[in-house]
């Protein structure tokens, strides 16, 4: 038991540790980003799986190490959108409240997050934010040179051994931002 609590409670300084950010941010005004989004966050499982009826959202980006592997054949579509993802994700970006999706949701601050969660780690959390089934980061969107790619990162966190994140490669087509059929290699990370 002791060594569980010991556990949880390192766990919950690293995420700490790790959310704090070390300088200002600029705002995202880029409607094409915010379109992107509000395409891949109802795929994501506090929507899909927990049915959230509130989304929690760090209004600060968060950079994943890029995994994306595309093969030979599908590089040349994806390869300058993973760039750019990389070039903007070396800084953090904040977002503004242009989501448009069919569930409220609110941005929060690192501090508002960092306030809810460490000193009684998730149950403090979870009184502030009851509908939220946890919090969910994003990073920049990653385009390429016309638009037509993008990539980005989304991951949630929903207790000390609870979340998961990915990437999604999107296409626009017809105007609307949908999955991209490619080959190669992805990665995903479920606690």
């Known amino acids: ?37 509000s395409t891949v966050l109802p795929s994501e499982w506090p929507i899909k799986v927990a049915r959230a009826k509130e989304l929690i959202i760090l209004n600060e980006t968060r950079m994943y190490q890029m995994c994306l592997r595309p093969d030979a054949g599908s590089d040349a579509r994806i390869e300058p959108a993973i760039t750019n993802y990389s070039k903007l994700n070396e800084k953090p970006w904040l977002l503004y409240p242009k ?13 508002q997050l960092v306030n809810a969660i460490a000193e009684a780690q998730w149950d403090r959390f979870y009184r502030q934010y009851p509908d939220s089934k946890g919090w969910i980061e994003l990073s920049a969107v ?7 790619v993008a990539v980005v990162y989304v991951g949630h966190h929903c207790g000390p051994l609870c ?17 991209l059929e490619w080959q190669g290699n992805s990665c995903s990370w479920v606690s």
Do not use: C
């Open 1 to 37: 038991m002791l060594q569980a609590t010991a556990f949880l409670l390192i766990s919950a300084s690293l995420l700490v540790q790790s959310l704090r950010s070390p300088g200002t941010a600029t705002q995202i005004n880029d409607a094409d980003a915010y379109d992107v989004y």
């Open 99 to 111: 989501l448009v999706m069919g569930i409220p949701y609110r941005l929060i601050s690192t501090e």
């Open 142 to 148: 990653g385009f390429n040179p016309d638009k037509t």
């Open 163 to 179: 979340g998961g994140g990915r990437f999604h490669v999107l296409e626009k087509k017809e105007g609307k931002w949908v999955p």
